[in-house]
Protein backbone atom coordinates (compact mmCIF):
# COMPACT_ATOMS: atom_id res chain seq x y z
CA UNK A 1 0.00 0.00 0.00
CA UNK A 2 1.38 3.32 -1.31
CA UNK A 3 2.28 5.99 1.33
CA UNK A 4 4.56 9.17 2.75
CA UNK A 5 4.86 11.57 5.22
CA UNK A 6 3.65 15.42 5.24
CA UNK A 7 6.38 17.06 7.30
CA UNK A 8 7.91 20.40 8.00
CA UNK A 9 11.36 20.17 8.19
CA UNK A 10 13.74 23.12 7.43
CA UNK A 11 17.37 22.42 6.36
CA UNK A 12 19.70 23.21 9.04
CA UNK A 13 23.05 22.84 7.35
CA UNK A 14 21.86 25.66 5.12
CA UNK A 15 20.65 27.93 7.55
CA UNK A 16 23.58 27.38 9.89
CA UNK A 17 25.77 28.94 6.25
CA UNK A 18 23.59 31.71 6.18
CA UNK A 19 23.83 32.71 9.17
CA UNK A 20 27.79 32.29 8.50
CA UNK A 21 27.85 34.49 5.43
CA UNK A 22 25.41 37.38 7.80
CA UNK A 23 27.96 37.18 10.39
CA UNK A 24 30.56 38.47 8.00
CA UNK A 25 28.61 40.54 5.61
CA UNK A 26 27.95 42.42 9.11
CA UNK A 27 31.46 42.15 9.93
CA UNK A 28 32.92 43.70 6.52
CA UNK A 29 30.17 46.43 6.41
CA UNK A 30 30.61 49.77 6.86
CA UNK A 31 27.70 50.65 8.26
CA UNK A 32 28.15 48.35 11.06
CA UNK A 33 31.80 49.35 11.96
CA UNK A 34 32.10 49.78 15.68
CA UNK A 35 28.24 48.54 16.17
CA UNK A 36 27.54 45.79 18.55
CA UNK A 37 25.25 43.51 15.48
CA UNK A 38 25.36 40.26 15.37
CA UNK A 39 23.47 37.09 14.85
CA UNK A 40 23.40 33.88 16.32
CA UNK A 41 22.00 30.71 16.34
CA UNK A 42 20.66 28.30 19.24
CA UNK A 43 19.11 25.17 19.28
CA UNK A 44 16.32 26.22 16.81
CA UNK A 45 15.89 29.83 17.08
CA UNK A 46 18.27 32.90 15.58
CA UNK A 47 18.90 35.25 18.11
CA UNK A 48 19.32 39.31 16.41
CA UNK A 49 21.18 42.45 18.11
CA UNK A 50 21.37 45.33 16.84
CA UNK A 51 22.19 48.93 18.52
CA UNK A 52 18.92 50.67 16.84
CA UNK A 53 15.43 49.48 15.56
CA UNK A 54 17.30 50.57 12.22
CA UNK A 55 20.07 48.90 12.18
CA UNK A 56 17.94 45.35 13.40
CA UNK A 57 16.13 45.78 10.35
CA UNK A 58 19.23 46.16 8.14
CA UNK A 59 20.54 42.57 9.73
CA UNK A 60 17.44 40.96 9.68
CA UNK A 61 17.25 42.22 5.67
CA UNK A 62 20.38 40.78 5.00
CA UNK A 63 20.01 37.57 6.77
CA UNK A 64 17.00 36.93 4.90
CA UNK A 65 18.81 38.01 1.73
CA UNK A 66 21.46 35.08 2.29
CA UNK A 67 18.67 32.69 3.32
CA UNK A 68 16.94 33.38 -0.25
CA UNK A 69 20.23 32.77 -1.31
CA UNK A 70 20.84 29.32 0.01
CA UNK A 71 16.69 28.31 -0.97
CA UNK A 72 15.34 28.70 2.73
CA UNK A 73 11.98 29.51 2.43
CA UNK A 74 10.74 32.48 4.56
CA UNK A 75 8.20 30.75 5.56
CA UNK A 76 10.10 28.40 8.19
CA UNK A 77 10.82 31.82 9.96
CA UNK A 78 8.39 32.61 12.65
CA UNK A 79 10.16 36.36 14.24
CA UNK A 80 9.00 37.63 17.48
CA UNK A 81 8.70 40.75 19.25
CA UNK A 82 11.75 43.24 19.39
CA UNK A 83 12.91 43.75 22.42
CA UNK A 84 15.02 46.55 24.56
CA UNK A 85 18.02 44.89 26.06
CA UNK A 86 19.62 48.28 27.78
CA UNK A 87 20.11 51.95 26.82
CA UNK A 88 18.70 51.59 23.13
CA UNK A 89 20.05 48.30 22.18
CA UNK A 90 17.55 45.46 21.04
CA UNK A 91 17.45 42.40 20.07
CA UNK A 92 14.76 40.06 18.21
CA UNK A 93 14.17 36.14 18.26
CA UNK A 94 13.24 34.15 15.45
CA UNK A 95 11.79 30.67 15.59
CA UNK A 96 13.08 28.03 13.18
CA UNK A 97 9.61 26.13 12.43
CA UNK A 98 10.19 22.51 12.49
CA UNK A 99 7.65 19.76 12.73
CA UNK A 100 3.88 20.23 11.67
CA UNK A 101 1.62 21.41 14.66
CA UNK A 102 -1.49 20.11 15.57
CA UNK A 103 -3.75 22.92 14.19
CA UNK A 104 -1.74 22.43 10.67
CA UNK A 105 -2.23 18.89 10.58
CA UNK A 106 -5.93 18.62 11.17
CA UNK A 107 -5.88 21.05 8.32
CA UNK A 108 -4.08 18.80 6.44
CA UNK A 109 -6.23 16.09 6.86
CA UNK A 110 -9.22 17.56 6.40
CA UNK A 111 -8.52 18.76 3.25
CA UNK A 112 -7.92 15.42 2.11
CA UNK A 113 -11.26 14.23 3.67
CA UNK A 114 -12.87 17.17 1.77
CA UNK A 115 -11.34 16.39 -1.36
CA UNK A 116 -13.38 12.90 -1.43
CA UNK A 117 -9.38 11.27 -2.43
CA UNK A 118 -9.57 7.56 -2.10
CA UNK A 119 -6.45 8.01 0.66
CA UNK A 120 -6.17 7.91 4.61
CA UNK A 121 -4.33 10.47 6.21
CA UNK A 122 -3.21 9.58 10.23
CA UNK A 123 -1.63 12.34 12.63
CA UNK A 124 1.99 10.88 13.21
CA UNK A 125 3.56 13.30 16.17
CA UNK A 126 5.18 16.29 13.80
CA UNK A 127 4.15 14.70 10.66
CA UNK A 128 0.72 13.36 8.90
CA UNK A 129 1.12 10.10 7.18
CA UNK A 130 -1.23 9.85 4.09
CA UNK A 131 -1.59 6.47 2.56
CA UNK A 132 -3.91 4.93 -0.27
CA UNK A 133 -4.30 2.15 -2.61
CA UNK A 134 -2.37 3.26 -5.74
CA UNK A 135 0.38 5.76 -6.76
CA UNK A 136 -1.53 8.09 -8.85
CA UNK A 137 -3.93 9.00 -5.29
CA UNK A 138 -0.53 9.96 -3.33
CA UNK A 139 0.56 12.01 -6.32
CA UNK A 140 -2.92 13.63 -6.41
CA UNK A 141 -3.01 13.96 -2.57
CA UNK A 142 0.66 15.61 -2.95
CA UNK A 143 -0.65 18.05 -5.69
CA UNK A 144 -3.64 19.10 -3.33
CA UNK A 145 -1.61 19.67 -0.21
CA UNK A 146 0.57 22.04 -2.04
CA UNK A 147 -2.58 24.17 -3.54
CA UNK A 148 -4.17 24.05 -0.28
CA UNK A 149 -1.95 24.91 2.37
CA UNK A 150 0.19 28.16 1.37
CA UNK A 151 1.24 29.21 4.67
CA UNK A 152 4.05 26.32 5.22
CA UNK A 153 7.06 24.77 2.99
CA UNK A 154 5.38 21.64 3.32
CA UNK A 155 7.63 18.93 2.06
CA UNK A 156 6.79 15.32 1.35
CA UNK A 157 9.38 11.71 2.27
CA UNK A 158 9.15 8.67 3.07
CA UNK A 159 7.60 7.52 -0.02
CA UNK A 160 6.80 3.91 -0.47
CA UNK A 161 5.09 1.42 -2.72
Known amino acids: MPSFDAVLEPNLVEIRNALDQTSKEIGTRFDFKGSSAKVELTDKSITVWADSDFQLGQVRDVLMGKMARRSVDARFLDPGK????????????????????????????????????????????????????????????IALLRQKIEDAPLSFSNFRD
Do not use: F, Y
Open 82 to 141: VESIGGDKVKQVIVVKSGIPQDMAKRITGALKDSKMKVQSSIQGDAVRVSGAKRDDMQGA
